[in-house]
C-alpha cells in the first residue's frame, strides 16, 4: 500500500502523504524517530519532509517536541462532504434526538467494507460506547453498519459475507444466511435493530438516510443500555430525523452545492 | 506564502499540499481547472499532484467529475489535539450545556490573531449564528474571542490592537482603550460577555479553559438571542463545566497522552 513501504519509485507526494499515516488514534504525539519508524521512511528523509509538513502546517511541534496533526490540515480535512455537507445538515437533528432521548446518537457512512462514524453525540449519562468521530465499526454488528450493508450493492455484500465474520459477542449475527435474511427484514422494516451484537449491555437502532435519487448515503441511529432498550420504539424519533436530513440535504443541493 | 505562489523553487510537498489550499468552505467540491487556478499551479501540474492525491485519499473523484476532499484526509485531521484530545474531552459536557440551555454551545481556540471555532453545538431553536467547526471569527467581537485575547501574551493583545479592529455593528467595541479595559474586566470576572458586538440581536458569554499550569488553551461559550439574555446567570453552568473539562484533560496527560 502507498505510504506504507520503502519503495523508492513512489513519489515524493506519496512519500510525504506517508508521513501522515504513522499518525492514528492511539499515536496522536510522535517523536521524529517514531514517524520515521512508523511510516518506513528513512530518518534522514522523515526529517526534510516533516520539516516541511511542519512549515505548511500540515503537522505542528509541540512544547514537549513531539510533532502532532497541525490545525491547518486539521480544518481542510472538515471541508470534506461528509463533514460539510452530511454532517452539518445532520447535527442540529442529531442535537435534538439527543435531547429527546438522552442516548447516543450516531452518524456513520459505508467506505468498502467498514462503517465510518462521522459523528457520535453522547453525553456522560449515555451508555459508554467504543465508536468515535472519524473511527471505524463492522456492518454486521451495528446498527448504523447494518442498515449501511442492507442497502449495499449486492456483490458487496456477498464479498462482505465471503469473509470470517468476527463474533464480538455471543450474540453477534455471523451466519452468512443469517445475515443475509436479517438484511431483507432491515429492508422491509425500514430500520436496524441489534441487540447485544457489538457489546454486551448495548442495543441499537438505526434508520437509512438517501439521496435524492433514493440511493442510502448515511445511517442515522441510537446506541442505548439494553435494560432501557424498547427498539422499535426508538425508532419512532428516528425516522422523521432522517427525513428531515434528507430533505435539508435535498434542498442544499438545489441551491449551490458548495454551501 | 507557500502553497499560494508560482514559485519555481518550492518543494514537491509544498506544491502537493498547495492543491488542497484551493478548497475552502465556500469551495467544496472543485474541478481540475478551478484548482489549477485557485491554487496558482500549471494545470499540467494540478492534474498530475491530483491524480496523486486521489489515489492516496486526500481528494475524492465525485460522481458529477469534480473534486472533494478525501475521506483519508478528514480522518487524519481528526487526529490534531484540538479534536482528538480538547473536543473529545469537551463534547459531553458541551451536550450537557446545549440540554441544559437549548442555546448554541461554543469551543474555540486562538491562531495568531484569530478565534477558530473547534467545536459549535447548536439546535433549531437556538439564535442563528455564523460560526461553524472549522471556521474563524475575530477575537474583540465574540465571547470566546475576548476570553482568548484577555489571556493571551501582551505582545500579541498590543499587535491585535494596533491593526484597525472591525466594527461589526453598531456595539462592537473598536477603540483600543476601551477594550483593553474591557480584557482587563474579563481577567477579573471570570467570563467574557458581548452584546450585539458580532450580530445583531445575539449576546454571548464564555469562560476560559486552563492547562495544568494556568495557562488559558480554549475557551467555551454560549451565544443566545438578546431578548433571552441574562447573560451572568448564563455564566453559571459555564464555569463547573469548564472546571471538569480542565480536569479530564489532565487526568488525560497524566494517563497517557497518546490516548
Not at 512508523?38 to 514537549?64: F, K, M
Not at 436479517?182 to 451484537?197: D, K, M, N, V
Amino acid at each position: 500500500m502507498a505510504g506504507n513501504s520503502r519503495d523508492p519509485g513512489r513519489s515524493v507526494t506519496a512519500r510525504a502523504l506517508g508521513v501522515l499515516t504513522a499518525f492514528d488514534i492511539g499515536h496522536t504525539r510522535l517523536t521524529l524517530t517514531e514517524i520515521a519508524r512508523r511510516s518506513e521512511i528513512p530518518l534522514a528523509t522523515a526529517h526534510r519532509l516533516v520539516g516541511e509538513l511542519v512549515q505548511w502546517g500540515a503537522l505542528n511541534r509541540e512544547g514537549d517536541g513531539r510533532y502532532a496533526v497541525g490545525l491547518r490540515l486539521w480544518e481542510i480535512g472538515l471541508l470534506a462532504p461528509v463533514h460539510a455537507e452530511l454532517r452539518r445538515t445532520a447535527l442540529p437533528y442529531m442535537q435534538e434526538l439527543y435531547e429527546t432521548t438522552g442516548e447516543n446518537v450516531h452518524l456513520a457512512v459505508r467506505d468498502g467494507l467498514e462503517a465510518v462514524y462521522v459523528e457520535k453525540l453522547t453525553g456522560r449519562r449515555s451508555a459508554p460506547i467504543i465508536s468515535r468521530s472519524g473511527g471505524r465499526l463492522p456492518l454486521h454488528s451495528t446498527g448504523v453498519g447494518k442498515v449501511l450493508l442492507a442497502h449495499a450493492p449486492a456483490p458487496l455484500v456477498h464479498e462482505y459475507c465471503e469473509q470470517a465474520l468476527l463474533r464480538h459477542t455471543p450474540y453477534t449475527i455471523v451466519e452468512p444466511g443469517r445475515l443475509g435474511r436479517e438484511l431483507q427484514a432491515i429492508r422491509q422494516r425500514g430500520f436496524a435493530q441489534t441487540s447485544e451484537e457489538m457489546t454486551l449491555g448495548n442495543c441499537s437502532v438505526a434508520v437509512p438516510i438517501r439521496d435524492a435519487d433514493g440511493g442510502v448515503v448515511a445511517s442515522l441511529g441510537l446506541v442505548v443500555h439494553s435494560v432501557r432498550a424498547e427498539l422499535p420504539k426508538l425508532a419512532r424519533p428516528l425516522l422523521p430525523a432522517a427525513e428531515a436530513i434528507q430533505q435539508r440535504m435535498r434542498e442544499h443541493e438545489h441551491a449551490d452545492s458548495s454551501d
